[in-house]
């Protein structure tokens, strides 16, 4: 009898136990972890908890924005990405309780918005309902680069990121400011000494590592997970836009220097040629952006957006680089009808391909197309009188956004390496005198175009 009464004891005393800790569990999932941000919804009762933790933070900023009346939208690329495979079916899909949390439940340390800088007005009391909300939050101020120049080199400092954490998710807000070059810009993302390096792992960020430029999008609301958010309205294009974003800064401080060992020209000749060149490179942009053609600048109009920040004065045109892949037989007449007439056009779409268009007086175009070999690039010049073709070779590169003459336009990402190879190592002295057969660094004798080939590669008007 004692025996039994033993065993009862044992199983009484287990079966309190299990309710006991069966009753904890139920306490941590459903009161604790709500105080602490994570909350776990029937609705996402498909997905594991950090799952449903990833959307309940996004639903729980996603309120805390709408609260403040501050738009945003999504840039995330991983969940851009989903949604765009599935992108016509979200657009036509009517509001209701979707059957899956299928995109933001998707494994991420990180969700990206966007935030434009003129649509918000910095309001303090953000902050404080983010904290009350259970948000831990970090903002990343910089100098403003709009507001450097030749005269004014402080930089007012804005801000570029804000990053709000709450569980073990974190939502990356990045600020977009508008260019002169009617474009939007994003800063890097550059910790100060005292900032906590591991409040969030920021090397796995998608923005902040390097500046970026983008086109103004065009939004749209949608339905995401039963969370309504604003995306770009074609995600493929935005990530393919995101891809090559990269931006630069003129050198404003070089700049400054340069002049002080070599003042700028101040004459009604120079302004006037600055002028001209600013009006013919937006004409020329305007007509390549319309046919789709990728360019970037190129010689000495390089040379002048990087050592000076402006045009060279005693240069008289404005050069072109262009990828002979991307030659369309469109553009000769595209620039006709933009009115500007075909001055020049040396070599072929197979060998050394180059086009002069005429400006207005004496400012023209040399547009100057390049060819990709294994390790070096090279474009191509002939002179018209002894059918001699020459060479110009420079180092592999590749090409990031700036902003030259309020316009944001196309450069060598490798600037100083492109420009030392087509200028030497003194690329810092101006050189009035210039001989393009001679002068070049990069420059090399190409043989003779043969006879019977000038009337097709030897054209002047």
Not at 196 to 222: I, S
Not at 279 to 294: M, R, W, Y
Not at 302 to 321: A, E, T
Not at 379 to 396: E, M, R
Request: charged fraction near 25%; include cysteine; hydrophobic fraction near 40%.
């Amino acid at each position: 009898m004692q025996k039994v009464n033993k065993n009862v004891v044992l199983a009484v005393l287990s079966l309190t136990s299990l309710v006991f800790l069966l009753f904890q569990l139920y306490y941590y999932k459903f009161h604790l972890s709500q105080k602490n941000g994570v909350v776990f919804s029937k609705a996402r009762g498909s997905q594991s908890g950090q799952d449903s933790t990833r959307w309940h933070v996004v639903r729980k900023f996603l309120g805390l924005i709408s609260s403040h009346n501050i738009p945003v939208y999504l840039i995330d690329p991983l969940i851009l990405g989903l949604v765009d495979k599935d992108i016509e079916q979200i657009r036509s899909s009517a509001d209701g309780p979707s059957p899956e949390c299928k995109y933001f439940c998707a494994p991420r340390d990180f969700t990206t918005f966007a935030l434009l800088d003129k649509a918000w007005k910095h309001e303090v009391g953000l902050f404080r309902t983010a904290e009350k909300m259970g948000f831990q939050w970090l903002k990343v101020l910089n100098k403003d680069p709009r507001l450097d120049g030749m005269d004014d080199l402080s930089g007012t400092e804005i801000p570029l990121h804000y990053i709000f954490k709450l569980s073990s998710h974190a939502i990356h807000l990045v600020v977009f400011y508008e260019r002169s070059g009617n474009f939007l810009w994003h800063g890097p993302l550059r910790l100060k000494q005292h900032v906590d390096r591991k409040f969030v792992p920021f090397r796995k960020l998608h923005f902040g590592r390097y500046p970026g430029a983008y086109e103004k999008p065009e939004l749209l609301l949608v339905s995401i997970d039963d969370l309504k958010v604003q995306i770009p309205k074609n995600p493929s294009s935005f990530l393919e836009e995101m891809s090559h974003s990269r931006f630069l800064e003129c050198r404003y401080r070089e700049a400054r220097a340069f002049f002080q060992v070599y003042p700028d020209d101040a004459s009604f000749d120079a302004v006037e040629f600055r002028k001209k060149a600013k009006s013919l490179l937006h004409l020329a942009a305007l007509t390549l952006n319309n046919l789709g053609v990728k360019f970037w600048l190129s010689s000495g109009t390089c040379l002048g957006w990087y050592r000076q920040c402006s045009v060279i004065p005693y240069s008289k045109d404005v050069d072109l680089g262009i990828f002979i892949r991307d030659y369309k037989a469109d553009i000769i007449p595209a620039f006709q009808k933009a009115g500007l007439p075909l001055k020049h056009k040396f070599g072929k779409v197979e060998d050394s391909l180059e086009l002069s268009f005429q400006g207005d007086d004496d400012v023209k175009l040399d547009i100057f197309f390049f060819y990709e070999e294994d390790d070096y690039v090279w474009n191509g010049g002939t002179q018209a009188k002894s059918g001699k073709k020459f060479k110009y070779l420079f180092p592999k590169f590749t090409l990031c956004w700036t902003e030259f003459v309020e316009l944001k336009v196309h450069v060598p990402c490798e600037t100083l390496q492109y420009v030392e190879a087509n200028y030497g190592p003194d690329w810092k002295v101006p050189v009035k005198t210039w001989d393009w057969k001679n002068s070049p660094s990069n420059v090399q004798y190409n043989g003779v175009w043969p006879v019977d080939e000038w009337d097709e590669v030897i054209q002047i008007y």
